[in-house]
């Protein structure tokens, strides 16, 4: 919010209305989100929400689950059996995630000998993905609800 404001030319003058910026951060691990008002020279944080248990790794487990699931019902096998399959999962998983984000054909998952030198694929698409994050999305919307109603403004959808 700093950063912005100190930047940010054209803020208006201390005597003016506020501009209200809402900041929001998905992490890795955490969800932040705050809400500042901005005038020339100055900053005040009107709000802030937190949900210290939701971030990047928490979509990328949901793409994992799916692909855990896919697996094992067509290859047999159980993506979560070692460590090393675990992380190799992962990395494939936070890849698609990342193609998601502008494409909207199926994303493809590829591993090569994955488990016991076994080849195994799959495909997420952003609506199934979306689906899947449905309980995670909620969260989200729940936490910027309690920002809103910290900073004293109304929840339109």
């Known amino acids: 919010a700093l950063c912005y404001g100190i930047y940010k030319g054209d803020l208006p003058e201390q005597t003016e209305k506020s501009r209200l910026i809402a900041f929001v951060d998905i992490g890795y691990t955490a969800l932040q989100a705050s809400i500042v008002a901005f005038n020339k020279g100055k900053l005040k944080m009107i709000a802030t929400a937190f949900d210290p248990s939701l971030g990047g790794r928490d979509f990328d487990r949901v793409i994992m ?34 193609l998601m984000s502008s494409n909207v054909q199926p994303i493809p998952i590829s591993l090569e000998c994955f488990i016991d030198e076994k080849d195994v694929s799959g495909r997420i698409s952003r609506a199934d993905f979306e689906e899947l994050s449905k309980p995670l999305l909620e969260r989200i919307r729940n936490t910027l609800a309690n920002l809103l109603k910290e900073a004293g403004m109304l929840i339109c959808y």
């Open 65 to 98: 689950d799916s692909m855990h699931d896919d697996f094992k019902k067509r290859y047999k096998i159980d993506a979560y059996s070692t460590d090393k399959a675990k992380l190799k999962l992962r990395g494939e998983c936070e890849k698609a995630k990342t």
